[in-house]
């Protein structure tokens, strides 16, 4: 009854002059903190639903973060199988992360860092390391205090150190799990600490019964009472749903969950998750959260541009295919930045781009026409080993001979200086040394500082480097710029003792890394778009900000997809 007690105590209104606006809380030092959950089932929707909410506390003037608590025991997803986890997405400062940071990144256009993904390997190897330093003085090290005080200790150092007036922590797994139980028992803390400064939204899910007719709202009331075993009251309940909730039904919820009428927020399937905050601000999420710290709430919100990106997707002038060849198709959230990038691309060339999954396993030199015949462009994408290789040079050397924009990312760029060499230059059994160690003509070669590294995680070539463009190139002119900064995720370069010989066959370097020499961009000067690079432009592209490598390639991919267009009309 106490803990019950105190709950209802946190949000009791303060004094007038207790509430601050955006610009003295930012003085103050002041962070609020906002705890998302879920239950029911995995995959509902938080990182979107955190990402949304925190989209238009941005628009209405505060400065927001938002981090992910992941309960694998893991140190980080970068030694994870892409079946197992989807992309590893990566920050500047090179931490391999878990992908729903890419999805805050692109809603919030402002970087992310390690400070933003926490695991519980993290959190346990943390704590273990103090411990062997005898930081504890020889206490017991027991999962409370120590290691809820370690997980408070991350989610407030985010706040501190990058002055956020809001904090957003999203909990991976669903409450109940064994798993994510030390993180509620954090949140139990936190909200019994700050009291007004501290909510918890809560996400789950209405089923619908086609069979009755139904919403049914208690696999909601048991999440909710399990969440309540742990001694957490969530403040705002997030309902995933299939069909309109109506007055009766969030009544009902509101009664039995122990939260207010206009609490219950109503989150409906959408026709693309840039539609959840536009969805999320008409249920008024953002204002009852911040009613709830007891904040002001701007009366203007900025999502002009937001809306006019939204009006682009929707009502595209053009259409064209394009074919992602990767060997993890079956999962597409193994290339969730690409496809991204490729719609943040597609509005701002007016445009819908149909992307068409394609296994680099079914491709071989036979049937590569039949399988990539009629795409307007061809991305190979980033990956490891040597399953598909093969499928991904034929469809490169296709791309090449027939002059379909092409565009290559890591793994992807690779292959490309692989098919070029073996079918421009005549080096038939030019290969990586990752995929065939004894090849007498190694293009692809471990990077020198890979060479005695026996640890996988956390050792590859990892976040932002420079990269100066050569002018008068196709990279040049997309990007407009001389200089830029790139990430990367990986252990294999160009191998530069063949760079004059490749130059000479008409395949060159067009960008730089000005400190090791490294080849990060190379282009064909005989081909109207063709570039392969080292790096991952996907990690940068955001809705306000679309990647100029993204936006170039589906400009030409529009351009012959017209083409493609009026020759058909003509047959």
């Not at 860092?113 to 206490?139: C, F, H, M, P």
Request: aromatic share 8%; glycine share 8%; charged share 25%.
């Amino acid at each position: 009854m106490k803990i019950q007690l105190s709950l209802f105590i946190f949000f009791l209104p303060s004094r007038p002059e207790d509430i601050k606006t955006p610009s003295t809380l930012r003085m103050s030092g002041s962070t609020k903190y906002i705890f998302v959950t879920g239950g029911v089932t995995s995959s509902l929707g938080k990182g979107i639903v955190s990402a949304s909410l925190a989209k238009l506390l941005q628009a209405r003037g505060y400065t927001v973060t938002i981090q992910k608590l992941d309960p694998y025991i893991n140190v980080d997803p970068g030694t994870m199988n892409p079946y197992e986890h989807g992309e590893c997405f990566v920050t500047d400062d090179g931490a391999e992360t878990d992908l729903d940071l890419g999805h805050y990144e692109r809603f919030l256009s402002v970087p992310t860092s390690q400070a933003n993904n926490i695991t519980t390997g993290r959190i346990y190897q943390s704590v273990i390391e103090k411990e062997r330093r005898g930081d504890y003085l020889g206490k017991t090290v027991q999962v409370i205090p120590h290691i809820t005080d370690e997980i408070k200790t991350r989610v407030r150092l985010l706040g501190k150190t990058g002055n956020y007036q809001i904090v957003i922590t999203e909990i991976g797994g669903t409450v109940g799990d064994i798993e994510s139980l030390p993180y509620v028992e954090a949140v139990r803390q936190m909200k019994w600490e700050l009291g007004k400064d501290c909510l918890v939204i809560h996400l789950t899910l209405i089923p619908y019964l086609s069979t009755t007719g139904e919403l049914k709202t208690k696999p909601t009331q048991h999440s909710v009472k399990t969440l309540l075993e742990h001694g957490v009251q969530p403040d705002i309940l997030v309902c995933r749903t299939e069909h309109h909730l109506n007055k009766d039904i969030r009544n009902k919820i509101a009664l039995f969950c122990n939260v207010e009428r206009d609490a219950v927020i109503e989150s409906i399937d959408a026709s693309t998750i840039y539609e959840v905050p536009l969805l999320m601000e008409k249920e008024k999420l953002d204002v009852v959260v911040l009613n709830k710290l007891q904040l002001p709430v701007p009366e203007n919100i900025f999502l002009d541009d937001w809306k006019e990106f939204l009006h682009k997707l929707k009502n595209p002038k053009h259409e064209v295919r394009i074919g992602l060849i990767g060997k993890y198709v079956e999962l597409k959230d193994s290339y969730k930045s690409i496809s991204e990038s490729l719609i943040h691309a597609g509005a701002v060339n007016n445009c819908r781009v149909n992307v068409q999954w394609i296994h680099s396993e079914w491709i071989n030199e036979d049937n590569v026409i039949e399988k990539l015949g009629g795409l307007s462009g061809i991305i190979v994408a980033p990956g490891f080993g040597k399953r598909g290789i093969e499928g991904k040079i034929s469809a490169i050397k296709y791309a090449r001979e027939n002059k379909v924009p092409f565009l290559g990312i890591c793994l992807g760029m690779q292959c490309a200086v692989i098919e070029f060499a073996r079918n421009v230059m005549g080096k038939s059994d030019a290969h990586s040394t990752e995929i065939n160690p004894s090849t007498s003509n190694p293009v692809i070669d471990l990077l020198e500082t890979q060479k005695n590294i026996t640890k996988k995680g956390g050792t590859m070539r990892l976040g932002a480097y420079p990269c100066q463009l050569k002018e008068d190139t196709k990279t040049a002119s997309v990007y407009k710029e001389k200089n830029i900064s790139e990430r990367h995720r990986h252990r294999y370069e160009f191998n530069n003792e063949y760079l004059r010989d490749f130059e000479n066959a008409g395949m060159i370097a067009s960008g730089i890394n000005p400190e090791g020499g490294l080849v990060e961009i190379v282009e064909l000067k005989e081909h109207p778009w063709f570039i392969g690079v080292q790096f991952h432009p996907e990690y940068k592209s955001t809705v306000a900000k679309p990647h100029p490598l993204f936006v170039g390639f589906v400009n030409a991919a529009v351009e012959v997809g017209s083409l493609i267009k009026m020759q058909n009309s003509r047959h």
